[in-house]
């Protein structure tokens, strides 16, 4: 059974960094596009940003210049390094990983940025 379990959510005031990690427990993950999204209160589910199985990123604009998205193949993880956080970056963070008609999601972990 596949498991992406999510990890480094907090609390953290606005300025401050954070840091979350998804393992995954799935077969051939060096194969599958990584994804976080985030929800915020009362909104829709967003894509932050993703990693290809060749190492490409991209991330949505709110979020350029201050998160960085990465993966460890040998470690099934994907990070996302969260910088200069705001209070509109509150929210559950979602893991996911994609290949052709194969979609799982995590757990979520909560994100909140608040003084």
């Known amino acids: 059974q596949v498991q992406l379990v999510e990890s480094g959510g907090g609390l953290v005031q606005p300025g401050g960094s954070l840091t979350l990690s998804c393992t995954a427990s799935?077969?051939?993950?060096?194969?599958?596009?990584m994804g976080w999204y985030r929800q915020g209160p009362g909104e829709q589910r967003e894509l932050v940003g993703s990693?290809?199985?060749?190492?490409?990123?991209n991330l949505a604009d709110p979020v350029k210049g201050r998160f960085t998205i990465s993966r460890n193949n040998a470690k099934s993880t994907v990070y996302l390094q969260m910088n200069s956080l705001r209070p509109e970056d509150t929210g559950v963070y979602y893991c996911?990983?994609?290949?052709?008609?194969?979609?799982?999601w995590g757990q979520g972990t909560q994100v909140t940025v608040s003084s």
């Open positions: 996911n990983a994609k290949r052709g008609s194969l979609n799982y």
């Open positions: 990693i290809s199985s060749t190492g490409s990123a």
């Open positions: 799935v077969n051939f993950f060096w194969t599958m596009t």
